[in-house]
């Protein structure tokens, strides 16, 4: 399935809002760990990277971003404000085979359809290098469900979201759990795994 057309629309027209909701002059702990996770030059896919932000602390960091996003306001703000090589794609659209040692994909797959996440997740175990990283983030819940502006959510509980790492070739590293109000207003709970592939 291709990425919903609704929540690309919501993030096209709410671009600058996002950038300036979740604006930030240094990374935040998960950054700062997925960072410490990594060798200096490290090749990270940035899934779903917003404005470039993360993507900026990483070239920062002295690693190598490859930042992505499936809306077409997202990637012209990030090479506009970092000039960072930002590309238009979707989950669909992963298809490399061991092409990065680390993979940051910070509250970008809760826009997936629950039935496509194991698919998703394989391609990128594939497209990590051995003993590569991936930082997971999700809102916590079951079902699925759009927010007040329109974006599709997958809620995914704790267990069910380790096991489907593990399926897709992962071993949890670490666990956070929190809550934090994002743009649509509301404070909501979330998951943040760190996990390596085999």
Same mark, same amino acid.
């Given at each position: 399935?291709?990425?919903?057309?609704?929540?690309?629309?919501?993030?096209?027209?709410?671009?600058?809002?996002?950038?300036?909701?979740?604006?930030?002059?240094?990374?935040?702990?998960?950054?700062?760990?997925?960072?410490?996770?990594?060798?200096?030059?490290?090749?990270?896919?940035?899934?779903?990277?917003?404005?470039?932000?993360?993507? &900026?602390?990483?070239?920062?960091?002295?690693?190598?971003?490859?930042?992505?996003? &499936?809306?077409?306001?997202?990637?012209?703000?990030?090479?506009?404000?970092?000039?960072?090589?930002?590309?238009?794609?979707?989950?669909?659209?992963?298809?490399?085979?061991?092409?990065?040692?680390?993979?940051?994909?910070?509250?970008?797959?809760?826009?997936?359809?629950?039935?496509?996440?194991?698919?998703?997740?394989?391609?990128?175990?594939?497209?990590?290098?051995?003993?590569?990283?991936?930082?997971?983030?999700?809102?916590?819940?079951?079902?699925?469900?759009?927010?007040?502006?329109?974006?599709?959510?997958?809620?995914?509980?704790?267990?069910?979201?380790?096991?489907?790492?593990?399926?897709?070739?992962?071993?949890?590293?670490? &666990?956070?759990?929190?809550?934090?109000?994002?743009?649509?207003?509301?404070?909501?709970?979330?998951?943040?795994?760190?996990?390596?592939? &085999?």
């Amino acid at each position: 399935m291709s990425a919903d057309p609704r929540t690309i629309a919501v993030y096209d027209a709410k671009a600058g809002d996002y950038a300036d909701r979740f604006a930030s002059t240094e990374p935040d702990r998960h950054l700062r760990a997925f960072i410490s996770a990594l060798s200096r030059g490290a090749h990270v896919l940035d899934l779903g990277c917003g404005p470039g932000t993360a993507s &900026a602390f990483l070239r920062a960091a002295g690693m190598r971003p490859d930042p992505v996003d &499936a809306s077409p306001a997202m990637v012209r703000m990030a090479n506009e404000r970092h000039n960072i090589g930002a590309r238009l794609a979707t989950f669909d659209d992963i298809d490399e085979a061991a092409a990065y040692d680390g993979v940051w994909a910070n509250f970008s797959l809760l826009h997936a359809p629950r039935a496509d996440l194991p698919r998703h997740l394989s391609a990128l175990g594939r497209a990590l290098n051995p003993g590569g990283v991936l930082h997971i983030g999700m809102k916590t819940g079951t079902g699925e469900a759009r927010d007040a502006l329109g974006r599709l959510y997958t809620f995914v509980t704790r267990e069910e979201l380790i096991g489907l790492l593990g399926r897709a070739g992962f071993s949890v590293v670490s &666990a956070f759990e929190g809550e934090e109000r994002g743009l649509a207003g509301t404070l909501d709970p979330f998951i943040i795994l760190l996990a390596r592939v &085999a």
